[in-house]
């Protein structure tokens, strides 16, 4: 069965810093990949997915970006945080309709 | 922006009793998803019902989808102090399985 990896688990970071999260899948070749932010005590926003190496499809312009350098890589970036950028990301894999996700990356920007 | 919209927004029962979650929505779906969130984990996968089923079970989970209403609901039968969490709907989008979109969920708290 397939696995999601996320890390790190936690992380502060201040603002204008630079950012990177990373998710690995193992247990499935070729998956699509999402990445999810979810506010505070609110439902998930689609940020990016990727159908395949070097893909990425954005949902929502924002200072963040996304990269697939790997069939069963997808990153997160951004160049300098915001505020808002503050929330729990999870990363997602898609598999026959479903979506399976990761543990989360929880980011706090002080 | 969301797509799905549950509610209640919070829910309160006692341990034993059912309880009943609903979801609407806005576009045409390929299927309907249910997950569950404890506080700060990642999502858990409940049950997917496609756009042509009507009603589906999976233990205790009764889930309906009424597409001329745009609407589904999920209960849980029986609850139990573990199942306090937050429930989320999410729908795929009819013409992209891409486009997965949330509501902002029901917060269940089941009392022992």
């Known amino acids: 069965s397939q696995t999601i990896h996320q890390w790190p688990a936690t992380l502060v970071q201040p603002v204008g810093s630079p950012l990177s999260l990373e998710c690995t899948v193992e247990g499935t070749s070729n998956p699509n990949l999402y990445w999810y932010r979810q506010a505070a005590g609110r439902g998930l926003q689609l940020l990016f997915y990727s159908v395949g190496i070097g893909q990425i499809s954005s949902e929502v312009p924002q200072n963040l970006s996304a990269s697939r350098p790997q069939d069963r890589q997808f990153i997160l970036s951004s160049k300098k945080l915001l505020l808002s950028d503050s929330g729990f990301y999870l990363c997602?894999?898609?598999?026959?309709?479903?979506?399976?996700f990761g543990p989360g990356t929880r980011l706090t920007v002080l | 922006s969301q797509q799905g919209e549950e509610d209640p927004q919070a829910l309160s029962i006692q341990e034993g009793e059912n309880a009943t979650m609903n979801c609407s929505y806005k576009?045409?779906?390929?299927?309907l998803q249910w997950y569950r969130q404890n506080s700060g984990r990642g999502l858990v996968h409940l049950i997917l019902?496609?756009?042509?089923?009507r009603e589906k079970h999976s233990g205790r989970l009764r889930v309906t989808l009424d597409t001329s209403k745009k609407s589904s609901s999920l209960l849980i039968t029986a609850s139990r102090a573990a199942d306090t969490a937050s429930y989320f709907c999410a729908t795929t989008h009819r013409y992209n399985n891409n486009d997965m979109r949330f509501g902002a969920g029901t917060r269940l708290t089941v009392k022992p």
């Open positions: 576009t045409s779906i390929n299927n």
């Open positions: 997602a894999l898609g598999l026959a309709g479903e979506k399976f």
């Open positions: 019902i496609r756009s042509n089923e």
